[in-house]
Nanobody, 113 residues
Framework: QVQFVESGGDLVQPGGSLRLSCAAS????????LAWYRQAPGKQRDMVAR???????MYADSVKGRFTISRDNAKNTMYLQMNGLKPEDTAVYYC???????WGQGTQVTVSS
């Protein structure tokens, strides 16, 4: 079983930046497409960014141009650089496989003035 541990969430002002990290218990970054998701209380969990084994990236329209997904296979870690944060980015952020059904604790990002 692969376990993901997300970290780096914080309270940040609008327009600020954060870098989230995702550490996996197994080296799967060179094998599977991975993604960042987010979920606000009472709302659907949505994919915000994904990265393939070849390094191809895609982003949800809501974060395009502001967020950057990357990974370091040697460190078994994936990142989400978030710039120009908006209040609507407030959510718990998770990393996982595409089509995931099991979820970890995630990391809380709160954007507020």
């Amino acid at each position: 079983q692969v376990q993901f541990v997300e970290s780096g969430g914080d309270l940040v002002q609008p327009g600020g930046s954060l870098r989230l990290s995702c550490a996996a218990s197994r080296n799967i970054f060179s094998i599977f497409t991975l993604a960042w998701y987010r979920q606000a209380p009472g709302k659907q969990r949505d994919m915000v960014a994904r990265i393939t084994t070849g390094g191809n990236t895609m982003y949800a329209d809501s974060v395009k141009g502001r967020f950057t997904i990357s990974r370091d296979n040697a460190k078994n870690t994936m990142y989400l650089q978030m710039n120009g944060l908006k209040p609507e980015d407030t959510a718990v952020y998770y990393c996982n496989f595409l089509g995931a059904v099991n979820w970890g604790q995630g990391t809380q990002v709160t954007v507020s003035s």
